[in-house]
């Protein structure tokens, strides 16, 4: 599965629009990763770089534009390297190696930060036992909002405390595990002025039972080519 893997949930502001990654793909149906071998797929997530390329192990993937992933790429556990060049110019704006300890699937996001071009590597598996409960967890990559609070609740219920408070630039929550029966409602206030800056309303978390989810804070101003 390519870019449809990303899906956008409700954009309800003007500053941040939230999306969600999960480790689900067609080919899963086929195959899983071999005990010596893991997958690996690149997130486009840095706003003011146009439409990139990469090389995972030597293997160039698809044209990504911002806010798109990569289809996975099986690699051989250990050190991989990956670089990143702009579409127009073949320009390596990334070029660095992760190291996969373990077999499963991994998503390298690439953030635009003061430094450049950064990646940041999640582990994508599925860790929730259970069919009905989805594992939740959240990715601050917006330049524009310097803190997020972040609010899993019911429906109906007011904003007391967030289920985590104060995530800055690059930071990853850690895992909330939550049942796909019971309404759900994300709300993001940024943490220095305490403006709602994103509201999903009511969702349904029942496709994503049995997974590990990331839901990706991201800008909805970018420069991007298309």
């Given at each position: 599965?390519?870019?449809q893997q990303i899906r956008n949930l409700m954009l309800l502001c ?132 310097e803190r997020a609070d972040v609010y899993v609740t019911t429906s ?71």
């Amino acid at each position: 599965m390519s870019h449809q893997q990303i899906r956008n949930l409700m954009l309800l502001c003007l500053v941040v629009v939230v999306s969600v990654i999960s480790a689900c793909s067609d080919d899963d149906l086929v195959t899983s990763p071999a005990s010596e071998t893991a997958r690996l797929r690149i997130i486009h997530v840095s706003p003011d770089t146009s439409l990139v390329y990469g090389n995972i192990a030597g293997d160039q993937t698809d044209y990504l534009v911002y806010g798109v992933n990569s289809e996975y790429e099986s690699v051989n556990l250990g050190e991989v390297t990956v670089d990143v060049r702009l579409a127009a110019s073949d320009q390596v704006i990334f070029d660095n190696a992760v190291t996969l300890d373990e077999a499963g699937d991994y998503s390298l996001l690439l953030l635009g930060g003061d430094n450049g071009i950064e990646g940041l590597l999640l582990r994508d598996d599925s860790v929730s036992s259970l069919a009905a409960q989805v594992s939740m967890r959240f990715v601050h990559v917006a330049l524009s909002i310097e803190r997020a609070d972040v609010y899993v609740t019911t429906s109906e219920a007011s904003l007391e405390t967030p289920y985590v408070a104060d995530l800055e630039f690059g930071e990853v929550s850690p895992l909330l595990t939550r049942s796909t029966t019971v309404d759900t409602r994300i709300r993001l206030t940024d943490s220095t002025t305490n403006d709602l800056v994103y509201d999903s309303g009511t969702l349904d978390l029942s496709s994503f039972a049995n997974e590990t989810v990331s839901f990706l804070i991201l800008e909805t101003r970018f420069t991007s080519s298309r």
